[in-house]
């Protein structure tokens, strides 16, 4: 009923900035919160931010202070705003939503800190 799918991602240099998306479509209202998560080379799935409906959000510790999320005005978009990206925030990006009986994934957008 819901998918989301994830765009923005690139190749950026240390301590540049760079902005995902996430567009959700299908049961928007039924989405009780969208997140971001990814999976550095070699280690497991993360958290890196995620709001609720109510606006409530979580951010990981291994990006706090440098990474905020944000929903458009119809609530069908997620923004990832990424600031001082380090070598170690290379990854694929994962989109998520869900509510408590469902989750839904994104395919992955590639993010790649390098000089």
């Not at 923005?8 to 969208?34: F, H, N, Q, R, W």
């Not at 609530?75 to 380090?86: D, E, G, I, V, Y």
């Amino acid at each position: 009923q819901v998918q989301v799918e994830e765009s923005g991602g690139g190749l950026v240099k240390p301590g540049e900035s760079l902005t995902l998306s996430c567009a959700a479509s299908g049961s928007i209202a039924d989405i009780y919160a969208m997140g971001w998560f990814r999976d550095p080379p070699g280690k497991q799935r993360e958290l890196v931010a995620s709001m609720s409906k109510y606006c409530s959000t979580q951010i990981g510790g291994s990006v706090q202070g440098r990474f905020t999320i944000t929903r458009d005005n119809a609530r069908n978009t997620a923004f990832l705003h990424m600031t001082s990206l380090k070598m170690e925030d290379t990854a694929v990006y994962y989109c998520n939503a869900n509510n408590l009986v469902w989750n839904t994934w994104g395919r992955g957008t590639q993010v790649t800190v390098s000089s």
